[in-house]
């Protein structure tokens, strides 16, 4: 399935204009795309909804203005540009083509034993000979394996547009449906597999869009122009018992959205944002399903029938929900629907024919699990990597491999706490911290020192950008006692008591605080802190990050305010010009550091366990699969 996410500076997951946050400092596993939970995630519209239906009438789209579409033969009349409709998988074929055969075979490659960070040699190589592609006509993929996948934390909907987990996303990357998608460099593209054609308008204000007529929901029903439509009016519904605005953010810059067949969805903008094509892009849901049931169940949660497709949703993607056992597992199966049609062969046959996503919260546990062959992929933490992956007991089954990834972790500061209002004091917590122990000790080495809310690889990054901090008591003087709070895990417990530790030595008092991560969503959402260790990954566009440091919006945890910033985010959704809008999001960056709403950690690259079964893994710098292809590249190779 291609990456079709908009939600998430991260992850993710679906990807790419709700931002998706990181949740286990060092931990690569624990990669939550909430830090906290998004106003539009389950948790919250729970908490909103939980006193009981709403006695407002639910009419569907009623924050869609009023806008009167012309006929479409006069949308015939306008100067119309080809969008580029794509096989995501065909385009890395020729991509790999160009760049020549890998120095190594798959067999070479896998006796090898990867010691990065000592040298990078062994690590290129193993990822150059296996992320190599299957070839078109499959040859040497095993079309009966079964993908047994690790996460740490168990689904929360399986309703795409209340997805607030990575876990959520990974079930909507295999499942879902969009109309959009982007590759690993962030360049988006209509899916061949879905769309015939896509013109946009020569002003940028107008797109028009035309899906194949092959195209079905896991139930058969035909997938058409009317579930794009009323998808948008969906999220564009103003209703207390329905509180979806992570997916709205983007969504809600499109003037109007309307199918005018089956075929034929077209979108207007209200601007011609830079951003206006990542606003095209949501999860898409079956109409047939939801169209009356909305209006009895404002929520979609509560009715016995919301319930049953929760529990068994109707899905457009390549893969169908089989099974859930919460807390344990969840089981996809590849869709028949999705490749045949009448009796016909009319796209890729998937490569998996199931994908097993197990939960295990316990990270040495989900080690174990990989040695044994019980699983067969993980992220792995620093400590997992230098040290229990380099036995023998590891590499009988498996390999592993690091790729650049864009995910940063910080301490947020509530600048409305009263320890924190003053720049001055959060500029002598960043230079009272111990960045050489938090690198080199508990990190491994593994990680860069975070310079920022941009990673140095990104086009955005400024070219003039901020140097490492170096430790400097003398320079971090004030006083005070505050409570940091942090993640349950091993590695979040680090971070926080060498933070404690730090700041003893300038005779500040910190209260570490663990805290479970249900109670830390909660906290976060309502400003309850003073101090909390987080992360964030990538989006697809920079102007995603207005969701974390824009003045009032969803995710500004820290409640940040800068007129400046957000006067630069706006013009930054308006330049057309990619060199002219680094320059305004390098600004953006600056301002951000000077301010320190946030210290910045340590950015953190994407480490991988794969089994040796496994082939065709490439990288974005949003990790392995929320890309496209991504995960659809995945493939276990025949005996």
Request: aromatic letters at 12%.
């Amino acid at each position: 399935m291609q990456a079709r996410q908009r939600f998430g500076w991260c992850s993710v997951v679906w990807a790419a204009s709700v931002l998706g946050g990181v949740t286990a400092g060092c931990s690569s596993q624990d990669r939550s795309p909430d830090a906290a939970a998004p106003p539009g995630s389950t948790q919250q519209a729970d908490q909103k909804s939980a006193a009981g239906p709403s006695s407002q009438p639910f009419v569907l789209g009623n924050a869609v203005e009023p806008f009167d579409p012309p006929p479409l033969e006069e949308l015939d009349k306008l100067q119309w540009e080809d969008g580029p409709v794509v096989d995501s998988l065909e385009q890395l074929r020729a991509e790999k083509a160009e760049a020549g055969p890998p120095p190594t075979s798959v067999e070479e490659a896998l006796a090898l034993r990867n010691d990065f960070p000592k040298s990078r040699e062994n690590n290129d190589k193993i990822l150059a000979a296996l992320s190599q592609l299957a070839p078109p006509d499959g040859a040497g993929v095993d079309y009966e394996h079964t993908f047994v996948r690790h996460v740490a934390g168990d689904l929360n909907s399986t309703n795409p547009l209340f997805g607030s987990s990575v876990t959520d996303y990974e079930l909507s990357g295999m499942a879902g449906f969009s109309v959009l998608a982007f590759n690993r460099r962030f360049e988006y593209f209509a899916d061949k597999d879905i769309v015939v054609s896509w013109q946009r308008s020569k002003d940028n204000l107008v797109e028009r869009i035309v899906l194949r007529d092959d195209l079905t929901w896991s139930d058969g029903t035909p997938i058409t122009a009317h579930d794009v439509e009323f998808t948008y009016r969906l999220i564009m519904t103003d209703h207390p018992e329905l509180v979806i605005p992570a997916v709205r953010q983007g969504t809600d810059q499109l003037r109007y959205v309307k199918a005018y067949d089956d075929r034929t969805i077209v979108y207007w903008h209200k601007e011609p944002f830079a951003t206006r094509t990542g606003n095209m892009l949501w999860p898409v849901l079956p109409k047939h399903i939801y169209e009356k049931s909305v209006v009895e169940d404002p929520s979609m949660k509560r009715s016995e029938h919301h319930r049953k497709y929760e529990e068994q949703p109707v899905v457009g993607g390549p893969y169908e929900l089989v099974s859930r056992v919460r807390n344990q597992e969840f089981v996809v199966r590849r869709r028949e629907g999705w490749y045949m049609h009448g009796g016909q062969q009319v796209r890729r046959k998937p490569y998996f024919k199931e994908v097993r996503v197990k939960i295990i919260e316990d990270l040495n546990t989900a080690i174990l699990a990989l040695k044994a062959g019980d699983i067969q992929s993980m992220e792995l933490r620093p400590e997992h990597w230098e040290s229990l992956t380099a036995g023998d007991d590891f590499y009988a089954q498996n390999t592993k491999v690091m790729a650049p990834e864009w995910t940063e972790f910080h301490v947020v500061w509530n600048v409305k706490s009263p320890y924190f209002s003053d720049k001055r004091v959060r500029w002598a917590m960043t230079y009272a911290f111990d960045y050489e122990e938090l690198l080199n000790t508990i990190c491994r080495g593994l990680y860069e020192q975070g310079r920022g809310t941009f990673n140095p690889a990104a086009w955005m990054f400024p070219p003039d950008g901020p140097q490492p901090v170096k430790r400097d008591l003398d320079r971090a003087e004030d006083l005070l006692e505050f409570q940091l709070m942090t993640y349950t895990t091993e590695t979040g417990v680090q971070v926080a008591t060498l933070w404690k530790e730090s700041l003893d030595q300038i005779g500040v008092t910190v209260n570490v605080k663990p805290t479970e991560f249900a109670v830390m969503q909660d906290k976060t959402l309502k400003h309850e802190f003073d101090a909390c260790f987080a992360g964030w990954g990538t989006g697809a566009d920079p102007d995603m990050q207005e969701n974390i440091f824009g003045a009032g919006k969803q995710r500004n945890y820290g409640q940040y305010a800068n007129p400046e910033v957000d006067k630069l985010f706006e013009q930054g959704r308006r330049e057309l010009d990619r060199d002219k809008r680094a320059t305004i999001y390098g600004q953006i960056h600056m301002l951000l550091w000077e301010d320190q709403p946030y210290t910045w950690l340590f950015y953190r690259n994407a480490f991988f366990a794969f089994n040796k079964k496994l082939r065709g893994y490439n990288f974005s710098p949003r990790g392995p699969y929320d890309f496209g292809p991504g995960f659809a590249a995945l493939y276990g190779a025949a005996e």
